[in-house]
């Protein structure tokens, strides 16, 4: 599902990559039920020519449960109150992927299939949140009087885990449609030694901490870099 980047794991998903945000359980949520209640948008992501599009589907009802789903796969992020993550679905058909994540104390434990192949593995962790969405849990952090924060992440093409900082970059001016929006900006990148190998940025709307833009590495060197973008109506 493409190639690695230090950012990647953040946000990406669909056909090329592994969300963001984005990006995200496979428990039946009746679409009726989660219509009343839920905040739904649609975002384009783009790297070099390939380009699609994806919808985020957010419903709070006794914590969060956050869809993005694509033409090709749909990832399920349950959070909290707090939109920490506590279990997390990916599930891709053609790729014969269908696995789950939840955590359980200082773990997260893997189950599943993945590329056709079974999966049943613990991976270590600290105390630490886990955020998988970061799309959504930004949000949280962006409310509190923190200037960084320290969390943990799947990447999703690999399902290994990384530990991440995001800190807070004041407030700009972003451009979508001729419409000129005010934003929190955020910078992502991994923690250590590997923070060389770049950071991602995203732009939340100030008014009510939509993500509005997200921009970085598309991998490896040489790859174009990333991007994604909310869709109209803003």
């Not at 956050?66 to 033409?71: G, I, K, N």
């Not at 590329?115 to 799309?135: E, M, N, T, Y």
Request: charged share 25%.
């Amino acid at each position: 599902m493409g190639h690695f980047s230090a950012t990647s794991c953040f946000i990406r998903i669909g056909r090329s990559g592994f969300l963001l945000l984005i990006a995200l359980l496979s428990i039946p949520f009746p679409w009726n039920k989660i219509a009343l209640a839920a905040e739904s948008h649609r975002y384009l992501q783009q790297t070099g020519d390939e380009r699609y599009h994806f919808d985020w589907i957010l419903d709070h009802s006794e914590g969060y449960l956050l869809r993005a789903v694509s033409e090709a796969e749909e990832h399920r992020t349950v959070m909290d109150e707090a939109m920490v993550t506590r279990r997390w679905t990916l599930t891709n058909p053609k790729d014969d992927t269908a696995v789950e994540a939840r955590r359980e104390g200082n773990r997260i434990v893997l189950q599943g299939r993945f590329h056709g192949k079974g999966i049943d593995k613990v991976l270590a962790i600290d105390d630490a949140p886990w955020f998988q969405s970061l799309s959504s849990s930004l949000r949280s952090f962006l409310r509190t009087p923190q200037q960084t924060t320290e969390f943990w992440t799947l990447r999703p093409d690999k399902l290994t885990v990384h530990k991440v900082r995001a800190s807070k970059q004041g407030v700009e001016t972003v451009d979508l449609r001729s419409q000129r929006i005010e934003a929190n900006k955020v910078e992502v990148g991994l923690t250590g030694i590997a923070s060389l190998l770049g950071r991602g940025r995203y732009w939340f709307r100030t008014s009510d901490r939509l993500l509005l833009h997200y921009q970085g590495p598309g991998g490896l060197a040489g790859v174009p870099a990333t991007t994604i973008t909310l869709q109209p109506p803003f």
